[in-house]
């Protein structure tokens, strides 16, 4: 399907913007918003200065208050034995664009068109302390290394000027921007006020007289990087994070060992009950790491903690695993010892449903009138569009740059694409939006 005129418009909008995308993208990246409290002045910086774009092409925004986090996740700092952590609770900012209680849109192309909720994260997984620190772009122009350049601070950058373009051409559809600062850490601040605005796109929906994607309802559209060939993931596992704690009985080692019972033994037994659960050629996965035990060396351990995370294809695979994991409550393995098990469903498993193979292939044939190809792809990595789609929205979540290098300070971001990719996400925009 070649680009309509108001598609090409929107589109020459963007080819314009092409040295204020890179400007925008060298100043993103210079923002220090590795996920942690030290970085709280740069994630405010960012979500501010997104709103005040958003704001000023109709939306409407509000700063929902996060959410704690359980207080025994491994936070990676020396508060993780004591079950605290320092860092403050960011909030999640929700900017809604058109009317969304009678349907009317503003700027929008057509009545009956579908709700959208573009997601987004303003975190990273680098240190600001670090050397990595800067977007520098290669002597060709081609490519640029920095921190989070692909994933995702390049995806934020496309989605304001696809966003800007869309409204100047006014072909701008009804538009929910939810942009959240801890998805590197699994989103638990930020988890239920993602889930609640996904099912309220599902809800708001609309016919979908113009657009593609297939059926009626809201679509979601997640900006995380592509895949390193420019591919589509449509399919993804589910996580959740899990520890197991053993208690035992302190006693002298010299003078009274036999009086003592050992956390650690029992911690020991349970680990490897759990080495023995994994199936990874069914995407079946328990991985445990770090662990912590015993005080001293003269001392029986009464008290030791092993952290762990478990991925899984399918919501069924994640209840048998819950149960094992609980399974072992019931049996310490050590005489006198007990073993307790906690778990969080970070997020679930997001399986390809006809929904989202219809917007995923909507996508396709979009990229194709920019001469990338968009091969599918699934992946044992997890994002918020598992949140999104898990509410009931279908969702594509590989709507940013084209980039590889993820967490590392390799990270790198296709330069030679970056225009096309914008392109790309407004015309889908425009025709799930009903244009």
Known sequence: MALSESESRVCRSIEQRR??????????VGLPTGSGGANSPALDETRERLCTRLKAVGAVCQLVPGDPRPDWLYTGDSNAAAGSDPRPVPPTAVCRIGDWNSGAMKNAAAADARAIMLAGHLDTVHDPRGAFR???????????????????????????AA??????????????????????????????????EAARVAAAGGSGGGGGGGGGGGMGLALEPAMSDGGLVVERAGSAQFIIEAFGRSAHVGRDFTSGVSAVNALAVAINRVAAMPRPHEGFVLNIGPIRGGKTTNSVPDSAAAWGNARFPSHAAWLEIERRLMDLQREPGVEGATIKVRTALARPAKPLTPETQNLAILAREVSQEFGMPLPFGKTGGVCDGNLMQAAGLPTIDTMGVKGG???????????????????????????VGGE
């Open 134 to 160: 800067e977007l520098a772009v290669s002597a060709d122009g081609n490519r640029a290394t920095g921190p989070g350049c692909a994933d995702m601070k390049g995806g934020l950058v496309i989605a304001m």
């Open 163 to 196: 966003m800007e373009a869309l409204a100047e051409c006014g072909a701008l559809p009804r538009v929910s921007v939810v942009l959240n600062s801890d998805e590197e850490t699994g989103s638990y601040h930020s988890a239920k006020a993602i889930v609640e």
């Open 405 to 431: 290098g993820l967490h590392t300070t390799d990270e790198w971001i296709d330069l030679t694409t970056l225009v096309a990719r914008c392109q790309m996400l407004a015309v889908v925009m425009m025709r």
């Open 19 to 28: 040295s204020a995308l890179l400007d925008d993208l060298r100043l993103h």
